[in-house]
Structures are given as C-alpha cells and as structure tokens.
C-alpha cells in the first residue's frame, strides 16, 4: 500500500490526513531552494526520532535516535549533498536537533537518491507539521496523524506526490 499525496492531504491505508507540503506547491522540475515538493513515486529511508520527545511506536523500518551533531546536507557544492552528516559540518545543512518539534520526527523520502544530481532538491522528509505552515518542500503532518499511521509503514511502502 503506498502513501498518496493529493494537494493538502495525505491518503494512507483508509486515513485522510491534513497536511501541508512546499510553500511554491508540487513541482515536476524541483531544483534546490525553489520551496516546491518533487512530484513523484519515491521510497522511503529511515525514521528520524527524539527520544527525549517521541515516544516511538513499533516500526517494521529503521530507525535513529536523533542525536545533536546530526543533520543532513543541503548544499549541492559537498560530496554529501543530500545525505545525513555530522556537525561540525563545512557546507549548509539542515539540523535534526532543533528547539522547535518540526523534526521531532521525520521520515526520509529517497527524494533525488541514486543517483544524487546536484542542484536538483534535497532533505526532503515527511515530518511534524508547524501549525499549517508551509514548508521548504517536504510534506507534514500533526505529531498525532505521524504516530499513528508509522507502525503500518513497511519497506515496501512508498510515498506518490501528486
């Protein structure tokens, strides 16, 4: 079963949960910083979690605890372009570790993966909704909406943006 996405909502296993994806809407072409969300059939990689604020319900994917030096890099000019790293980092990158609950909780979506081009997007995830704020590109959803439809995500599950 794969996870749609239809404008502001996202479609999973009979829910229909609000959502919000990229400020500029879905886009075909997605190029880094455009703040649009790739159009598409994608993967999906590992979940991202706090512990000291999550409590993780059973996953049947890979998880990692978040810890404080880890991120993922935004910035087409470093060979890690759209990967996780560690900080102290030399080129831009999104930081998990973060005061507000956004990243609480993500889901990697093998957005521009194998291979990476540059310039073409990066960091995409699904994660925590800021009130119904748009975002740079990745879709969100409520904390509540998240934990409740992770423990039915598989490996086989993959996420269509449309």
Do not use: Q
């Amino acid at each position: 079963m794969n996870i749609k996405i239809k404008k502001h909502f996202l479609l999973f296993k009979g829910y229909k949960l609000k959502c919000t994806i990229g400020k500029s809407g879905i886009t075909k072409s997605k190029i880094e910083g455009d703040l649009s969300t790739p159009m598409g059939k994608f993967n999906l990689g590992n979940v991202y979690y706090r512990k000291d604020r999550i409590s993780l319900p059973k996953c049947k994917i890979k998880t990692k605890i978040i810890k404080k030096n880890m991120g993922w890099c935004d910035d087409s000019k470093s060979a890690k372009y759209n990967r996780e790293i560690k900080f102290p980092f030399r080129y831009s990158a999104e930081k998990f570790y973060r005061k507000n609950s956004g990243y609480d909780l993500l889901l990697v979506i093998k957005y521009n993966f194998n291979p990476v081009i540059k310039k073409k997007g990066s960091a995409i995830f699904l994660h925590i909704k800021n009130k119904n704020k748009p975002t740079a590109g990745c879709i969100a959803i409520s904390k509540r909406n998240f934990l409740k439809i992770l423990p039915l995500i598989n490996k086989k599950t993959k996420i269509i943006i449309n």
